[in-house]
């Protein structure tokens, strides 16, 4: 069966270093779509260091959606994000991610991100959410950090109550929102959970899809199954240049599902995350189908909070039915 | 008193008779990187 949708996120690395070759494979899609029966959907993830107006108007026209990278309060997102010149870059993409938000909020569109990290650097990441909303931005991600367990900035089991009461605080403060409002503060990504028209049973079942609905493609045209496998040579499934792919590989995640993944079967949050990063449980546990137990515990705060969001909005909506 | 209420119906049998069709989100993508949550993606189906 054809696929309609067709999906391809410019990311790095800084995608917008390769603007000519993000806009030519963008122009190039776009006149050929229609006779394909294709429906292109692009997204851009970048640090917004090289945005401009060009870029804006680009991306606001062609991309479905943009993740805008901001580490959160400036001290935090300056000491993660330092440029050549030792000064952090705070202060050079904010203005410019306003621009670019503004431009699709015009439009009365909501499809973007601003993206932060949070480390063991700031661990009180709720003000980063803050910080970022408090500019303005209302659709927001801010994700635990993936990085070697020696390095000093990596997350670590000892982070654990301090992560769970964070994300605690961060619900208390959303849920007072949709009672004083009705409505959330803003959109937190790890708190969207469709309780009603969610992703169907396969898809909860499968997971992330990489190898086979999803893929990386490197600069040198190496095909992985996803970012994350990128340089491990076992990993690697073929190059679009010799046009080799191996299926082994394809098929071993096409079997990676929460049914052959150890402890998911038994874990009640199995359907909302699917089994969690196939890469991170290679990375960190040695084992695509050994979930990542740090992940799991972060996951399951996340999912037990956004549910419980999700009641709340319910309810107001229920109420404000009502009167 | 009800202690209990029933905030949706269990829907994932219907949709394991219909789903898997392929025109959602593929899912790493977009704000997620490495934390990807399946349960906040949109049922496009019937788009």
Known sequence: ?323 | MKHIKTINKANLKETAAKGGCGKCQTSCQSACKTSCTIANQQCEANK
């Open chain 1, 1 to 323: 069966m054809g696929r309609q949708n067709l999906e391809l996120d410019f990311f790095g690395g800084e995608p917008l270093m390769a603007w000519e070759t993000v806009k030519a494979t963008v122009d190039y899609a776009r006149s050929v779509e229609k006779q394909h029966g294709k429906n292109f959907r692009f997204t851009v993830t970048t640090n917004g260091m090289l945005l401009d107006d060009e870029k804006i108007e680009y991306i606001n026209r062609e991309m479905s959606n943009c993740v805008l990278s901001l580490d959160g309060r400036k001290e935090v997102n300056d000491n993660a994000r330092p440029t050549p010149n030792g000064k952090g870059c705070y202060d050079i993409i904010v203005p410019k991610y306003k621009k670019l938000v503004a431009g699709r909020v015009n439009e009365g569109r909501t499809d973007y991100y601003v993206r932060g990290t949070f480390t063991k650097y700031n661990l009180d990441f709720v003000e980063d959410v803050l910080h970022i909303a408090s500019l303005g931005f209302d659709q927001l991600s801010v994700e635990p950090v993936s990085a070697p367990a020696d390095a000093p900035h990596a997350i670590t089991e000892d982070d654990l109550p301090k992560i769970y009461e964070q994300y605690d605080k961060l619900y208390e403060i959303m849920a007072e929102s949709v009672e004083k409002t009705g409505k959330k503060p803003f959109n937190f990504f790890h708190y969207m959970i469709d309780l009603d028209q969610g992703p169907c049973a396969v898809k909860r079942l499968r997971g992330c899809g990489c190898g086979n609905e999803y893929v990386a493609v490197t600069p040198d045209g190496d095909i992985y199954p996803c970012h994350q496998f990128v340089g491990i040579d076992e990993w690697k499934m073929g190059n679009i240049y010799t046009g080799d792919v191996d299926p082994k590989i394809a098929d071993y995640f096409a079997k990676t599902h929460i049914y052959s993944k150890k402890g998911c079967s038994d874990c009640w949050a199995r359907f909302y995350c699917s089994g969690g990063c196939n890469a991170n449980g290679f990375i960190y546990e040695g084992d695509v189908r050994t979930p990542f137990k740090l992940q799991c515990a972060m996951m399951r705060k996340r999912v037990e909070c956004g549910i419980a969001l999700a009641v709340k909005v319910k309810e107001a909506n229920a109420a404000a039915e009502e009167t």
